[in-house]
């Protein structure tokens, strides 16, 4: 597979980089991909474009994190009771603290893609041109912005009581 990647996409990792771990799916639910397309999770049976799907329906996210994040979690469902009931008391406490909720919503529009930008500076083509150079100081951009996005999230998180919300603040 490296192999694959280095030579037939001419992509290569930065040393130090790349860790690959197994991660048993112990404690979250595991659906097939006929239940999965059935139940119309991510997408309907009908209309693939569509947003009438249980993914389509839930997705209010405004970030790209966000979304991938919905999208595992509706593909791959938590079963850990103790975790289901950490979100929930976060959820709950989101609903009934509206100035909360709205300052972090705030805070979150202006977050950038930073999981797709760590990624494009660990993954380095084998051959750098002009326009990877480019693209390399946009991500170290990209990176400064998302860390003058932090403290606005912190910010609204103060006063939160819920676990959940605590360890995101921290």
């Known amino acids: 597979v490296m192999k694959y990647i280095e030579l037939g996409l001419g992509k290569t990792f930065a040393s130090q980089t790349l860790r690959i771990r197994f991660e048993p799916s112990e404690g979250s ?4 991909l006929s239940t999965i ?9 009908q209309n ?8 389509g329906l839930l997705d209010e996210t405004l ?38 909720f709205f ?26 041109n002009f326009q990877y150079m480019e693209q390399s100081v946009n991500n170290v951009l990209m990176l ?5 996005s932090i403290k606005p999230v912190w910010q609204g998180l103060t006063g939160a009581g819920s676990e959940e919300l605590q360890k995101i603040r921290q």
């Open 63 to 100: 970030t790209n994190m966000g979304a991938r994040i919905l999208r595992s979690n509706v593909l791959q469902p938590s079963t850990d009771t103790a975790k289901l009931k950490e979100r929930y008391e976060a959820v709950s406490e989101l609903a009934s603290k509206e100035d909360m």
């Open 103 to 128: 300052a972090i919503r705030t805070a979150l529009a202006g977050f950038v893609d930073t999981d797709r930008c760590l990624s494009n500076l660990v993954i380095l083509p084998t051959k750098i």
């Open 37 to 45: 397309s059935s139940l119309e999770l991510i997408q309907n049976l």
């Open 144 to 148: 400064k912005t998302f860390i003058d």
């Open 29 to 32: 639910m595991m659906i097939d």
């Open 48 to 55: 693939a474009k569509s947003k009438d799907s249980l993914f």
